[in-house]
């Protein structure tokens, strides 16, 4: 009897050994994005507990599909970035640079078509040359960048005369209904479109060679260039692609109210960066993922709504903002040196 005790839980003991290595394997794969997870889980509990006006009403949850992907689309192109090590801070004068394009485009040819698609060229070429001062004169990103923020900026200034441009006509457009058309009040276009971007730029990091080279380059360089990855060019189409994202959230933002206005992008620069970073990626490269930064646009979004809904306005707002940008940091850090 005892022998036959002994023998049943055998193979029960191995089960849950079995089953703690493969936890164990998995919390240490996901360290990140169970950190930022944790955050949203719980940031959204609170809320809807504390403001259920707010939080259990549709309405809020229509207003960040709204909101939300037009930092969210640039968010995610710019984690791949940083995962390689690299820094682009000049997005939000791209997002302008690329609806200079598509007005000039637009005016000339009276086709929302033909302009949304030199807006993304135009957007696209804008990165390129941000990559090509990066990588061809040696000029650390962040430098370079901060650089061309100002100067993309000084280009929609000079080239509009610091006017803003209308486009009514653009309401009644197919290509107007599917980017930003009218819903039934929940389900928002700009979000569908923040899926897919985040779903193309996840199987471009996870399933294709191109995103194993941006891994192994923010890990380590020389051992990219040891192994033929082509380090220069990945760079630059990592930057290519920030630029034609801000391009097409510069149009999603414009076509939303039909006018273009010279300081569109300038209040981009923290709900972008703050989503890539709560969402884990590492500012040292190598670190990052997609499904994390996904997350943390949604924990960013979801603090402002969530501070009025409280009553909590005026300087509370960033103080506020700040201990949790903080706070999930800390978090990914700590879950990471647990699990390691």
Known sequence: MTLHTEHSASPRMEQ???????????????????????????????????????????????????????????????????????????????MAVGMVGFWYAYDATNSIEIGF????????????????????????????????????????????EGSMKTFFEARDSTLNSILVG??????????????????????????????????????????????????????????????????FAGAMSSLQLSTFFPTLGDGQLMPTLSSVFLGGTSVFGGTGTIFGTFLGCFVFGFIKPGLVALGLTGYWTQFIQGSVIVASVAMHIFIQRRVE
């Open 117 to 160: 698609l030199v807006c993304l060229v135009t957007g696209f070429v804008a990165g390129l040359i941000n990559g090509l001062i990066v990588v061809g004169f040696g000029v650390p990103s962040l430098i370079a960048t901060i650089g061309m923020m100002f100067f993309w900026r000084g280009v929609v200034q000079v080239t509009i």
């Open 182 to 247: 009218e819903t039934n009040g929940f389900w928002e276009h700009e979000m569908f479109w923040m899926i897919v971007v985040a779903i193309l730029v996840w199987v471009i990091l996870n399933r294709h060679q191109f995103g194993a080279h941006v891994y192994l380059i923010g890990d380590n360089e020389a051992s990219a260039r040891l192994m033929g990855v082509n380090v220069n060019r990945t760079r630059i189409m990592l930057f290519a692609s920030v630029g034609l994202a801000s391009a």
């Open 16 to 94: 849950s050994q079995e089953l703690s290595v493969r936890l164990t394997r998995f919390a240490r794969k996901n360290a990140s994005q169970l950190g930022i997870l944790s955050v949203f889980i719980i940031m959204v509990i609170v809320f809807v507990f504390t403001a259920p006006e707010t939080f259990q009403s549709k309405d809020i949850y229509a207003s960040l599909m709204f909101s939300v992907p037009l930092y969210g689309i640039v968010a995610l192109p710019l984690t791949m970035v940083i995962i390689a090590g690299e820094m682009d801070l000049s997005f939000g004068s791209i």
